[in-house]
């Protein structure tokens, strides 16, 4: 038996228009944190044995 | 689609963990890779592991968030918290139903035959509480002479971070024994009761003490993805509870905090339609089949 999908109305509720305000601050969030070189810091912290993970730090 | 949601997970677990050049290098991978941010918890220095820990590397942001100022660098984790928030908008909690490894773990581990025990909701908050205090207020507050905090929660508690790089770098480096003191036993301890737990309870280390599924749960609320309850064909027959991999009581309310969103309630539980979910506002009904034991009376 296949699923039904039924269409939405036209109009962009509040409700709806939420989850799209999220998504547009935090993809700017994002290339915030690129312009400002956090992802060379990730790399340098996830490329080095971390003694606090193993638990002998 | 149970059979769909385990090959997710286990591909998932197998790309997170996809360098096993480690028993000749001795060491960890150091590719490119490593600069994103896995969608589920993944210790970084896991021999094996492909990509970063989000929240090993938030709370090394945080830890050096004194010292990064001080030189120049205005770096706060904006590429954190933005990579989960975007996943979060999206999808709410769903990483943890169907990409993380730990949570794949837990599944498989409850899998084991034992009495099996309710965890009580008050104990689920907890899990905020490690968020706030051992994810932000600890690594920014504590400081050493030179400025820096410390990974509160990877040193402390993480049972991954024992599991996945603990022991196995232990072996991979014989060095390192020299190094074990107290802190290493806590922290295997700390697996070892959460081992346990697992036999014992649904999910517990997701529940009570992951910062990463409390970080997802904020936005189960207000994701793209969303779960439907249709109370008026709900007959309360707890069958979605009874199923649910995190014990969840789905006929008092869907989009819960502790909902990871694998669809078990709906593709395994409900026989009477009560439960759909919707994308971007638009629902998704998939419809009832009439079961035999729904329709015989009892
Ligand atoms: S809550 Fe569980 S499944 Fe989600 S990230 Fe944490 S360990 Fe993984
Ligand atoms: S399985 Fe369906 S009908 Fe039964 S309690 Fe849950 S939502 Fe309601
Ligand atoms: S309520 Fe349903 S979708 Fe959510 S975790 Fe439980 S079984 Fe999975």
């Known amino acids: 038996m296949k699923a039904e999908y039924i269409l939405p109305d036209s109009t962009i509720s509040p409700k709806r228009a939420f989850p799209l305000l999220l998504i547009i601050l935090f993809l700017v969030l994002i290339l ?13 912290k996830a490329i080095k044995i971390c003694l606090d993970c193993i638990g002998i730090g | 689609m149970p059979v769909l949601r385990r090959w997710i997970q286990i591909v998932s677990t197998a790309l997170s963990n996809a360098y096993w050049m480690f028993p000749h290098t001795k060491g960890i991978y ?8 896995a969608p589920g918890l993944n210790c970084y220095s ?30 706060f984790g904006a590429y954190i918290i933005g990579t989960l928030g975007l996943i979060g908008s999206l999808v709410g909690r ?26 009580p ?3 689920t908050y907890m899990k905020y509480l490690f968020l706030i205090l051992f994810i932000f207020i600890l690594p920014a507050l ?15 508690i993480c049972p991954a971070g024992t599991l996945e790089a603990g022991v196995p770098l232990i072996f991979l480096k014989p060095e390192l024994k020299e190094l074990i003191g107290v802190l290493f036993y ?16 649904r999910r517990p280390f997701c529940r009570v003490a992951c910062p990463l599924g409390a970080i997802y749960s904020f936005f189960n609320k207000h994701s793209v993805f969303r779960m439907i309850h249709d109370s008026e064909k709900c007959t309360h027959c707890r069958e979605c509870y009874n199923n649910c ?34 994308i971007a506002g638009m629902p998704v009904i998939k419809p009832v089949e009439p079961q035999k034991s729904a329709l015989t009376p009892p």
Not at chain 2, 30 to 37: D, F, R, V
Not at chain 2, 97 to 114: D, N, R, T, V, Y
Not at chain 2, 142 to 156: E, L, N, P, Q
Not at chain 2, 186 to 201: D, R
């Open chain 2, 245 to 278: 991999p995190m014990g969840i009581k789905f006929y008092k309310g869907p989009n819960q905090h502790d909902c990871i969103r694998c669809l078990k309630c709906l593709n395994e539980s409900c026989r009477f339609g009560a439960i759909s979910y919707e």
């Open chain 2, 94 to 119: 769903m990483p943890c139903g169907w990409l993380c490894p730990f949570g794949l773990l837990q599944e498989l581990i409850h899998k084991i035959p034992s009495p099996k025990f309710e965890i």
């Open chain 2, 30 to 37: 150091q590719g490119t890779l490593k600069s994103i941010c």
């Open chain 2, 142 to 156: 504590v400081i050493d002479d030179y400025s820096y905090g410390m990974t509160w929660f990877c040193k402390f």
């Open chain 2, 121 to 123: 909701k008050i104990l």
């Open chain 1, 32 to 44: 915030l944190g690129i312009n400002l070189g956090e992802v060379s810091t990730v790399m340098e």
């Open chain 2, 46 to 75: 896991c021999p094996a592991a492909t990509g970063s820990c989000p929240l090993g590397s938030l709370q090394s942001i945080i830890a050096g968030l004194r010292p990064a100022v001080k030189a120049g660098h205005y770096h």
């Open chain 2, 186 to 201: 806590f922290k295997l301890a700390i697996l070892f009761v959460f081992i346990v737990w697992m036999i014992l309870s």
